[in-house]
């Protein structure tokens, strides 16, 4: 399994990358991880998309914890909010 990491130790709200990935089969799983540390809160999305432009949630994180979910040919973390001032937060995809 790849470890993709869509956003790594950040603190600020925002989009990540979008990340192709290589499971362009139907109903492929993978796992995905949501990790706040120290007192971060907020909500972390994984958003998926059929063509790269239209993305939809796949999953949604308000605490640290994985989930598996289907893969969608391309994908990207969202952090829509955040709270607390120390520490960041992490969505790790295992493709």
Known sequence: MKIVKLLDGVSANGD??????????DN???LVQAVFG???TGTLKLQGSLD?????????FTTSGSVAVTIFP??????????????????????
């Open 28 to 30: 492929e799983t993978g």
């Open 74 to 95: 391309f994908l990207k973390g969202n952090l829509a909010s955040i709270g607390g001032s120390s520490g960041t937060v992490s969505l790790l995809l295992g493709d």
């Open 52 to 60: 790269g432009t239209n993305f939809v949630d796949v999953a949604s």
């Open 38 to 40: 120290g007192d971060r």
């Open 16 to 25: 990540s990358f979008v990340y192709e990935s290589k499971f362009l089969r």
